[in-house]
Nanobody, 128 residues
Framework: QVQLVESGGGSVQAGGSLRLSCAASGRTFSNCNMGWFRQAPGREREFVAVITRSGAYAYYADSVKGRFTISRNNADNTVSLQMDSLKPEDTAVYYC?????????????????????WGQGTQVTVSS
Protein backbone atom coordinates (compact mmCIF):
# COMPACT_ATOMS: atom_id res chain seq x y z
CA GLN A 1 0.00 0.00 0.00
CA VAL A 2 0.97 3.59 -0.58
CA GLN A 3 0.08 6.58 1.53
CA LEU A 4 0.20 9.99 -0.12
CA VAL A 5 0.37 13.43 1.46
CA GLU A 6 0.22 16.58 -0.64
CA SER A 7 1.66 19.93 0.32
CA GLY A 8 2.49 23.26 -1.26
CA GLY A 9 -0.96 24.55 -2.05
CA GLY A 10 -2.00 28.09 -1.34
CA SER A 11 -3.21 31.32 -2.88
CA VAL A 12 -1.46 33.09 -5.71
CA GLN A 13 -2.16 35.84 -8.19
CA ALA A 14 -2.77 35.01 -11.82
CA GLY A 15 0.52 34.57 -13.59
CA GLY A 16 2.24 33.33 -10.47
CA SER A 17 3.69 29.97 -9.62
CA LEU A 18 3.29 27.23 -7.07
CA ARG A 19 5.04 23.96 -6.56
CA LEU A 20 3.06 21.07 -5.16
CA SER A 21 4.73 18.10 -3.55
CA CYS A 22 3.47 14.66 -2.75
CA ALA A 23 5.25 12.52 -0.22
CA ALA A 24 4.64 8.81 -0.48
CA SER A 25 5.19 6.04 1.98
CA GLY A 26 5.46 2.41 1.06
CA ARG A 27 7.96 0.27 -0.74
CA THR A 28 5.86 0.07 -3.89
CA PHE A 29 6.26 3.73 -4.85
CA SER A 30 8.72 2.96 -7.62
CA ASN A 31 6.18 0.51 -9.03
CA CYS A 32 3.56 3.22 -9.35
CA ASN A 33 2.78 5.62 -12.11
CA MET A 34 2.07 8.89 -10.34
CA GLY A 35 -0.59 11.34 -11.33
CA TRP A 36 -2.03 14.67 -10.36
CA PHE A 37 -5.72 15.39 -10.58
CA ARG A 38 -7.75 18.39 -9.59
CA GLN A 39 -11.32 19.08 -8.63
CA ALA A 40 -13.05 22.42 -8.60
CA PRO A 41 -16.28 22.97 -6.65
CA GLY A 42 -19.20 21.34 -8.38
CA ARG A 43 -16.96 19.76 -11.00
CA GLU A 44 -15.73 16.28 -11.73
CA ARG A 45 -12.24 15.36 -10.74
CA GLU A 46 -10.07 15.86 -13.80
CA PHE A 47 -6.69 14.67 -14.95
CA VAL A 48 -3.79 17.09 -14.82
CA ALA A 49 -0.57 15.16 -15.34
CA VAL A 50 1.03 11.75 -14.95
CA ILE A 51 4.57 10.49 -14.85
CA THR A 52 5.62 6.91 -15.40
CA ARG A 53 7.46 4.74 -12.92
CA SER A 54 10.95 5.64 -14.03
CA GLY A 55 10.08 9.23 -14.81
CA ALA A 56 10.88 8.68 -18.46
CA TYR A 57 7.49 9.78 -19.75
CA ALA A 58 4.98 12.37 -18.74
CA TYR A 59 1.60 13.32 -20.09
CA TYR A 60 -0.42 16.44 -19.49
CA ALA A 61 -3.92 17.67 -19.92
CA ASP A 62 -4.19 20.11 -22.79
CA SER A 63 -5.26 22.82 -20.39
CA VAL A 64 -1.92 22.77 -18.56
CA LYS A 65 0.57 21.89 -21.29
CA GLY A 66 3.47 24.28 -21.36
CA ARG A 67 2.64 25.62 -17.92
CA PHE A 68 2.87 22.64 -15.56
CA THR A 69 5.71 20.20 -15.10
CA ILE A 70 5.48 16.91 -13.25
CA SER A 71 8.56 15.24 -11.82
CA ARG A 72 9.44 12.49 -9.41
CA ASN A 73 12.30 11.45 -7.21
CA ASN A 74 12.19 7.75 -6.49
CA ALA A 75 15.03 8.04 -4.01
CA ASP A 76 12.90 9.98 -1.54
CA ASN A 77 9.47 8.84 -2.74
CA THR A 78 8.21 12.19 -3.89
CA VAL A 79 6.39 13.54 -6.88
CA SER A 80 6.05 17.22 -7.64
CA LEU A 81 3.97 19.48 -9.81
CA GLN A 82 5.53 22.76 -10.79
CA MET A 83 2.77 25.13 -11.82
CA ASP A 84 3.71 28.28 -13.68
CA SER A 85 1.64 30.96 -15.37
CA LEU A 86 -1.29 30.09 -13.19
CA LYS A 87 -4.77 31.09 -14.24
CA PRO A 88 -7.96 31.49 -12.22
CA GLU A 89 -9.24 28.41 -14.04
CA ASP A 90 -6.57 26.39 -12.25
CA THR A 91 -8.28 26.96 -8.92
CA ALA A 92 -9.11 23.57 -7.46
CA VAL A 93 -8.17 21.00 -4.90
CA TYR A 94 -5.20 19.12 -6.27
CA TYR A 95 -4.81 15.43 -5.55
CA CYS A 96 -1.83 13.18 -5.84
CA UNK A 97 -2.64 9.68 -7.04
CA UNK A 98 -0.72 6.45 -7.40
CA UNK A 99 -1.34 3.76 -10.00
CA UNK A 100 0.20 0.59 -8.66
CA UNK A 101 1.00 -1.51 -11.69
CA UNK A 102 0.68 -4.66 -9.59
CA UNK A 103 -3.03 -3.97 -9.25
CA UNK A 104 -4.99 -5.20 -12.21
CA UNK A 105 -6.95 -2.26 -13.49
CA UNK A 106 -7.23 0.18 -16.34
CA UNK A 107 -4.16 1.63 -18.02
CA UNK A 108 -6.01 4.76 -19.09
CA UNK A 109 -3.82 7.40 -17.51
CA UNK A 110 -6.41 10.15 -17.52
CA UNK A 111 -9.06 8.09 -15.72
CA UNK A 112 -9.51 8.29 -11.97
CA UNK A 113 -10.37 4.59 -11.99
CA UNK A 114 -6.80 3.76 -12.96
CA UNK A 115 -5.41 4.98 -9.66
CA UNK A 116 -5.31 2.92 -6.51
CA UNK A 117 -4.22 5.40 -3.85
CA TRP A 118 -5.10 9.03 -3.31
CA GLY A 119 -3.87 11.84 -1.15
CA GLN A 120 -6.14 14.11 0.84
CA GLY A 121 -5.73 17.01 -1.54
CA THR A 122 -4.29 20.49 -1.27
CA GLN A 123 -6.11 23.69 -2.18
CA VAL A 124 -4.82 25.92 -4.93
CA THR A 125 -6.49 29.28 -5.39
CA VAL A 126 -5.56 31.61 -8.22
CA SER A 127 -6.91 35.15 -8.06
CA SER A 128 -7.42 37.50 -10.98
Amino acid sequence: QVQLVESGGGSVQAGGSLRLSCAASGRTFSNCNMGWFRQAPGREREFVAVITRSGAYAYYADSVKGRFTISRNNADNTVSLQMDSLKPEDTAVYYCAADDVAVGDSDVYYSTNTYDYWGQGTQVTVSS
